[in-house]
C-alpha cells in the first residue's frame, strides 16, 4: 500500500477482512465511541457511530464527551419482509434504540440511536428473525433494491428472487461478521478470503437495482448498477444493464457531479449474476483508491469511457452486450390505494411521513401497523420511497384490514397529493453530514409550499419534491422535479427541471436560499405553470421547457409572475 492511497485503503487492508478492532473497542467502558478504524469498519457490518448534534455543542463547552450512540441499518433486498419480522423489528427497537424505527430510501430499516452496549444484543436479535446488517454500508454492494409492483406478482417474483440472488452474490464472505456478532467459531485469517471483493474491498459504496417498467419507483439510472427487467409475453426474457449513475456532489467542486447511468446492453436472465460480478470487479481494479470523492463508478467510467469499459464488463462476464431493448418509464413514485394483483390478492400502499414509523396525533403509524402485522396473512414491502405496501391481501380480510387504516388514520385520502410524491432524508439531528435540516423541517414546509400550490389553483399538483440536508443526494433530489439540497442552516440550492419519470437530472436554478426565498420562487413557478402549461404538462417539464435553470435572473424579475 503506498502512500498515495486514501487512508481508508489502508484501514481496510489492515483489518484482517473487516475485523480491526472492533471486538476490543465494543468491550472498552471507557468511553460510548469506539476507535476511528473501528467507525470506517463499522460500517461494512452495518452501522454507523453517529453522536446527538443537537447537544453537540452544549457538550462540547462542558468538556463533556458528545452524545454517541449508533445508527444500524438492515439488509432487506427488495424491502420485503414477513409480518412476523415486522413485529419483531418493532419489539427490538422499542427495547435496543432509543428512536423510531426509519424505513429508507433504499426499501430497508434503520434503528437509531443504540447504546455501545446494546449494539451487539441488537444484530443478535435481528439475525434471531433471519434478517442481517452485513453490507448495509461500507464499500460493498449495499441494499439491492427492487421494485415491489404488486400489481402483476408473477413477475415481481421472479425479479425480486434476481434481486436477492445478486445480494446474495455480492455478500462479503468474511466470516468476521459472524465471529463478531454471532459468536460464530473464530477462523484463522489465512482461510478466510473475499473472492469477490478481495482484502480491500470496493474504493467506495456500490448500489444495485432492478427495475420493471412502466414504473421506475427504484431510480434505476440513479444506481451504480440497474438491470431493467424485459417481460415479453408475461415472462422474464433479460435484462437492459446500466450503470454509472450516482448522486452525491460537494457544494463548490466542479468535478463532483450527479450522473445518470449509461446503457450497457442486453443480457439474458443466466448472465446477471456474472455481468453484475464483472461490473463490481472493474470498479474494484480501476476505480479511484486515491480519492473517495472520485471513487464511485460513475467516475471511473468517466475515466475509461464508455466503451473500454462495457469492453471490460464483457471480457470479466465473457459475453458479448446485446442491443439494447426498448423500454418505457412513466412513473418515478409510489401508487397509492388498493391495487388487485394478477394472483386475486390485493395491495395496498400507504404513505408513511418520511419514513419515520411514528404515532402522530390522528395518525399512527407505528401501533397501526402492528396491529396489521397480527392479523395480516402476506408480507410488507418497504418501498424506495420510504414508504409501505402491505402486500398480497387476501379478499375476505380487505375489510378488516381497511377498517384498522382507518381507525389509525393510516388511510391516503387526507394527505395532499404534493405531499404523496415528496421525500426527504434523514438529516439532522443523527447525520454527520448534515448543513440544514431535512426530515425535522419538511412537513412544516410542505405545508406552506400546499398553501402557495393552492393560491395558484393547483391544490391537486402532483410533482416529485425532495429535500436533502446536504450534497449527498440521499433522497435523490437530482431527479426531483423540485429539488432541495441543504447549504447552511435554513438554507438550500433550489434545482428544477426533473421530468417526474426519474430519466432527466433536474438543474440549480438559485443558490442558497432561505425559506422565504425559496416559497417566492415557487410562487411564481405555480403561478407561470397554471397559466401557462400544456395539457398534460408536468411542472418539471414545464420549468424545463421554459428554461428556468438557464434564466433564474430573468425569470425571477419577471413581473407578470411576481405577484
Ligand atoms: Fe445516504 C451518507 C442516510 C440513501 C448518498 N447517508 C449517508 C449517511 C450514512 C451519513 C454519513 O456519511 O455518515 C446518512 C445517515 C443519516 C442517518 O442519521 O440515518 C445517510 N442515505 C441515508 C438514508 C437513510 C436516507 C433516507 O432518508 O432514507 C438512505 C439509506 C439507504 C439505504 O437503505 O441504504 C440513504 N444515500 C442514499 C442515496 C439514495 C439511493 O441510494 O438510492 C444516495 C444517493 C445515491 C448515491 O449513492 O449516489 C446517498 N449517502 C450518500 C452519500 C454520497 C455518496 C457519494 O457518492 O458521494 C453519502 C456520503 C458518503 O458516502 O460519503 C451518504
Ligand atoms: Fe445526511 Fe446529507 Fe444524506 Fe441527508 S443527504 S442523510 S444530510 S448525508
Redesign the pocket.
Known sequence: MTDQFHENEAIKARSNFLRGTLKESLVDNLSDSITADDVQLG?FHGF?Q?DNRDTRLQRQNQWLEPDYSF?L??R?PGGVCTTKQWLQINRIGEQLAGAAL?????????Y?SILKRNLKPLIQEINNNLIDSLG??GDVN??V?CNPNPDISQLHSTVYDWSRRISEHLLPKTRAYHELWLDGERVDSAVDKEPIYGKTYLP??F?T?VAVPPHND??IY???LGFIAIVEAGELSGFNVVAG??????HGDAT?Y?RLADELGFINPEDTLAVAEAVVTTQRDFGNRVS??H??L?YTIDKMGLDAFRKEVEKRANLRFQPIRKVVFTTQGDRYGWIKGTNGKWHLTIYIE??RIIDLPGREMATGLVKIARIHKGDFRIT?N?NLIIASVPADQKQQIEALIETHGLTVKNTPTLRLNS?????LP?????MAE??RYFPEFMEKLEAVAARRGLRDLKSVVRM?G???????PFVAEIGLVGKGPGRYNLLLGGDGRGLRLNQLYRENLDEQEILAALDRLFHHYAAEHEEGESIGDFSFRMKYAEHPAEITKEVRYAK
Open positions: 460500517k454507523y453517529q445508527m441499518r438492515a432487506l426509519r424505513l429508507t430510501t433504499r426499501q430497508t430499516f434503520q437509531h448495509g454500508c449495499r441494499n433494491m467506495r459504496k448500489k437495482a427504484v431510480d440513479t444506481n451504480d449513475g450516482g448522486m452525491g456532489t460537494t463532483t450527479p473517495r470523492h471513487a464511485r460513475k418520511n419514513g424506495p420510504q421525500i426527504a432524508c434523514v438529516a443523527t447525520c454527520p453530514q448534515a431535512a426530515e436533502t446536504c450534497p449527498n443526494g440521499c433522497a435523490r
